[in-house]
């Protein structure tokens, strides 16, 4: 009952959609803006950088606090599956009508908590190669190539495992419009 509960409630943290709120906040529905996926690189675009820093950090928080929730109640494998939920519920947010962004910043923030030293790795690679190549589906599509191997290495393995590779499959499924645009090559670069 426990381990229903903190997934449940992993899933609630996910639904809080910073690329939402932070928005709002500044008087802008970002549904009705550039591509109107309510995400880092959208909010990006039409607000600039600070209000895009803070919904990449929120978006991350909240991958590692859902996590946290879920070692606290089963351990190892109910944090995974914590974190599973919380992507989830950033992909499919109850608040917002479940029309969420790509799930990318929250799935960081899982890996952080899972495996410390690899989530940072994750972050970084995904920050140079926005910083570099200006796609962050790329960065994004990058980093989830790398993220089991990741939490792999740094000891995860069984059930905890495979929620970190349903993460994988689902951000990666999130990105199908963006890697038809990548093959066509039509994807946006997040400063146009």
Not at 50 to 78: F, H, W, Y
Not at 82 to 93: I, L, S, Y
């Amino acid at each position: 009952m426990e381990t229903l509960l903190a997934v449940a409630v992993a899933y609630l943290i996910g639904s809080i959609d910073f690329g939402v709120i932070v928005p709002r906040l500044m008087g802008i529905d970002i549904y009705a803006q550039g591509s109107g996926n309510p995400g880092t690189s959208n909010v990006f675009r039409t607000l600039g950088k600070g209000p895009a820093a803070l919904v990449l950090l929120g978006d991350g928080a909240k991958g590692a606090v859902a996590a946290a929730v879920g070692q606290s109640v089963g351990g190892e494998v109910v944090a995974a599956a914590a974190g599973f939920f919380a992507v989830v519920g950033h992909v499919f947010p109850l608040w917002h009508r479940f029309h969420g962004g790509r799930g990318v910043a929250t799935a960081i923030g899982v890996a952080i908590f899972l495996a410390p030293v690899s989530g940072l790795v994750l972050a970084v690679v995904w920050l140079v190669i926005v910083l570099v190549w200006k796609v962050a589906s790329i960065a994004s599509l990058t980093a989830m190539a790398l993220y089991v191997p990741a939490i792999a290495v740094a000891g995860h393995r069984d059930a905890s495992l495979w929620f970190v590779v349903a993460i994988v499959v689902l951000v990666v499924a999130r990105h199908l419009p963006n890697i038809r645009r990548i093959v066509a090559g039509r994807e946006r670069t997040v400063e146009g």
